[in-house]
């Protein structure tokens, strides 16, 4: 199951969740705008007659992050007693749809967990706060950690964790069907097709070598760059044509035709899968398309070890692979607080606070602040150690970082996945749905 847009916790349908996530992107703009309308009314936050600020935090993920966000909160309460910090949460979802709503009422929380797909959407309509005028500490978060949260208006995130785009491995896949594990640092996508079919043809019905990509804006990112393009340039716009995506998805079929990666209706049955009943989790698939922040859980759902490994490249060189590190959440504000300085110490806190490392460890991925990341390495789980040597072992091989996604670009995931269906379907030629996809994405970015 390659969704890259889910975090390790978000377990929800996959089907419904795009429905709503489609709606949701519209809401946002909507929403966003909203807040320039309501400038002269009240921030969310109040203050008690004893002097003490109550702040609502939003975030989304599973029990796990729940449990570790709460002792965050407990730890930073006991050292600032007369802040109380009220945790509203849910699963990915229902996130958006909520907090569109809750930005347009002029009732958003304080602290709001940001993803990169709609920080420039809310910080472009003036919903975030600039946390760069509050004294927050980032000298010694990973630049480009710091770099992603920044924009035209500002430091409107700090990174709470980086990840980066991966391919997990089952190695029991593997070696059920008699066929080794690649070499990540010089295989090709020539071989990640002969290794995926090897897999496939060797193993019972039902199993393949790899999950299929094209449900995700990761793999296409990935693509794009090792072909010298992008996904969107510096000026918000696409960085790539009808015929560059047209190629992803030609090898895609290719993939499909030779049976490496699941038939058209099993990709969309996996599509609908929560995490723990991913094809990587339950033996189903030898490789899988991930974010690397999302191997502890999907070891736990397998029970068993799993591998991180590069992606592919055209040319067999790990340097070519062209990756980077994501910002794979952010602390946000809103810019309606009435409490940006209390908002401001809890951020810088969560971001640079040891006692806050040691309780989310490594949850919302590797700890981009250096020095927390060291202090908190001796406990992290096995699994979590793998994801810190895997991210600090790429960072000679990292490519330009990519351009922030901008207004509107919530919804390129939805137009990649719908024409990707088309295409495994049969029902486009891969230069048709190329061409309509990207007509939809330029109009979903201008707009």
Request: glycine share 8%; net charge neutral.
């Amino acid at each position: 199951m390659p969704l890259f847009t889910r975090p390790a916790s978000a377990a929800a349908s996959a089907k419904p969740a795009a429905k709503r996530r489609l709606r949701a992107t519209g809401a946002v703009a909507a929403a966003a705008a909203a807040v320039l309308a309501l400038s002269a009314c009240g921030g969310p936050a109040q203050s008690s007659a004893d002097g003490k600020v109550e702040l609502r935090f939003s975030w989304w993920g599973g029990d796990k992050r729940a449990q570790v966000t709460q002792a965050a909160i407990a730890a930073f309460e006991k050292e600032n007693p007369n802040i109380r910090i009220k945790a509203e949460y849910g699963d990915w979802s229902g996130y958006w749809d909520k907090l569109a709503t809750q930005v347009a009422a002029n009732d958003a929380p304080d602290i709001i967990q940001m993803d990169e797909k709609y920080i420039t959407e809310y910080s472009s309509r003036g919903a975030l706060l600039d946390l760069s005028k509050y004294g927050i500490d980032t000298s010694k978060l990973d630049e480009a950690a710091l770099n992603a949260g920044k924009n035209d208006d500002g430091l409107t995130g700090i990174a709470a964790g980086i990840n980066a785009a991966t391919i997990l491995a089952n190695p029991a896949v593997f070696k059920a069907a008699g066929v080794a594990l690649p070499d990540d640092k010089t295989w090709t996508w020539e071989d990640f097709e002969r290794i995926s079919a090897e897999v496939t043809a060797k193993s019972p019905k039902g199993t393949y070598g790899a999950a299929a990509y094209g449900t995700d804006e990761a793999s296409l990112g990935v693509w794009l760059r090792q072909n010298g393009k992008s996904l969107y340039t510096a000026d918000g716009k696409l960085g790539f044509e009808p015929s560059d995506i047209a190629g992803w998805w030609d090898f895609l079929k290719q993939l499909s035709e030779k049976k490496a990666v699941p038939s058209a209706s099993e990709v969309v049955e996996a599509e609908a899968a929560p995490l723990d009943q991913s094809g990587l989790a339950t033996g189903k698939n030898g490789l899988a398309f991930w974010w690397s922040n999302q191997l502890p859980a999907l070891e736990k759902a397998a029970g068993s070890e799993l591998q991180v490994l590069r992606f592919p490249s055209k040319t067999g060189k790990a340097a070519d692979t062209k990756l980077w590190y994501k910002a794979s959440q952010f602390w946000s504000a809103s810019s309606r607080t009435k409490h940006p300085e209390e908002v401001a110490k809890f951020i810088n806190f969560l971001a640079n606070d040891t006692k806050a490392g040691e309780v989310l460890l490594a949850d919302r991925g590797v700890y981009p602040n250096s020095e927390v990341r060291a202090a908190i390495q001796s406990k992290l789980t096995p699994a979590d150690v793998k994801v810190v040597k895997f991210i600090d072992q790429i960072k000679g091989e990292l490519g330009e970082a990519p351009a922030p996604p901008p207004k509107g670009a919530g919804a390129i995931q939805e137009i990649i996945k719908r024409y990707s269906s088309e295409v495994l379907f049969n029902r486009l030629s891969t230069q048709d749905a190329g061409t309509k996809a990207v007509d939809e994405m330029k109009s979903a970015i201008s707009s």
